[in-house]
């Protein structure tokens, strides 16, 4: 019985121990979200199998016959006066087409491959910038919670010290109703801000094609410095670019294709006939004459798309300098707002604090004027912590505008 015991003890022991093993939450950097996001993303996922169905047109046009051989064959009986033979016929063809026409046919699908890589290109793009917000606003909401865990801290202190010298006459009873009035309020907040790190993980996951308890580490550190010329020059690989070009190219392939198309097919071939016992031999050759149909409406609509294309070329890559130069003007601006907040209102902070709790615990400060001073000194900090999210967040959207985010 001791033996069953402990073995059953043992048992518990390593089931509890590989069930809090595979409870453990994941935590994951700025650098694995962003690999996760390229390997594992449902929609660069999809993207990717998507090229692999265009790479199959490309396998067509490469073919160097487009038609498949044809064997056609004859048999009957000859019945003439006082004879009867029995007639066969076989023969063998094959249709060849202009070279040009599969040189179209193979640009137009290379165009076509092109645009599905830029394609992933793009998905990735907005996947990623997706990815890297979700995990500032997670980075962000943890930041918060630890700030509003340590002024709810003194929060705690400041009902305490109220409390106290309530008990012993010094203050009414209303500022210890209103020292737990600014504590409701700071638990509510932190209640707010884990709130949106759940929202913030939940996006993440969604990202990743993750199914487990995650969260991230790393802080809201201040960004670096850019320079436009550099991401204007950059903006323009943009994979919206690559794509309209590959687009044009394949609607000029189209356009040649049509052309081609004014050229006659050729085609040989080879029949053996047997007629009254005579064996036959014959070779031939069947000329295609583009008289009526030569590929009129592929060389139209190729000619049109292409020319709509480069419209739309032209004005994309317009666009694309103006919201790259309004994204660095914005992020230029964000960057500002840290710098101020480090410089003006920051520095001083902590002394502050420290100054106002020992000021009121000795009956120099009243509790208003704690509270005030306390109020200000947290709004302070979160907007600290806001200008650090959004110079982040700036930062995301020009590096995915200026398609270093890739």
Request: proline share 2%.
């Amino acid at each position: 019985m001791r033996i069953g015991s402990c073995a059953v003890a043992v048992c518990a022991a390593v089931c509890l121990q590989a069930g809090s093993a595979g409870a453990q939450t994941r935590v994951l950097t700025l650098a694995e979200v962003l690999t996760r996001a390229r390997e594992q993303a449902p929609q660069i996922v999809s993207a990717r199998l998507a090229l692999e169905e265009i790479r199959g047109r490309l396998l067509g046009a490469s073919l160097r016959f487009q038609t498949n051989p044809e064997i056609d064959v004859g048999l009957g009986n000859r019945q003439g006066t006082g004879s009867r033979f029995t007639d066969f016929g076989i023969g063998l063809g094959q249709t060849f087409e202009p070279g040009s026409r599969r040189s179209a046919r193979v640009a137009g699908a290379n165009a076509a491959v092109a645009q599905g890589s830029a394609n992933v290109d793009e998905v990735t793009r907005v996947v990623l910038r997706s990815a890297a917000a979700a995990y500032y606003r997670a980075v962000h909401a943890n930041q918060r919670i630890r700030l509003l865990d340590a002024t709810r801290e003194l929060a705690v202190g400041v009902y305490s010290v109220a409390d106290r010298r309530y008990r012993a006459g010094d203050v009414a009873v209303l500022d210890v109703n209103i020292a737990r009035a600014s504590l409701g309020r700071l638990r509510a907040a932190q209640e707010a801000a884990e709130s949106q790190k759940a929202l913030a993980l939940g996006d993440l996951k969604q990202l990743l094609r993750l199914d487990e308890d995650i969260s991230v580490e790393g802080d809201l550190a201040h960004p670096p410095e850019a320079d436009l010329t550099a991401v204007l020059q950059t903006a323009l690989q943009r994979p919206e670019l690559r794509a309209l070009e590959a687009a044009v190219q394949e609607a000029e392939a189209e356009a040649r294709l049509g052309g081609a198309y004014s050229k006659p097919d050729f085609g040989f071939g080879v029949r053996y006939s047997r007629e009254e016992g005579d064996q036959i031999v014959l070779g031939g050759m069947t000329v295609t004459l583009p008289v009526f149909s030569k590929g009129q409406e592929l060389s139209a609509v190729g000619a049109a798309r292409a020319a709509r294309l480069r419209a739309e070329l032209d004005a994309a890559r317009t666009r694309v300098r103006v919201e790259v130069r309004s994204v660095f003007d914005a992020y230029a601006r964000r960057l500002a707002a840290v710098r101020v907040l480090e410089a003006e209102a920051i520095p001083g902070l902590d002394e502050n604090e420290t100054l106002t709790a020992r000021s009121f615990e000795v009956g120099q400060l009243g509790l208003p004027e704690l509270l005030l001073i306390r109020r200000e000194i947290l709004d302070t900090r979160s907007q600290y912590l806001d200008a650090l999210l959004e110079a982040a967040l700036a930062r995301i959207d020009l590096d995915a505008s200026a398609a270093v985010l890739r």
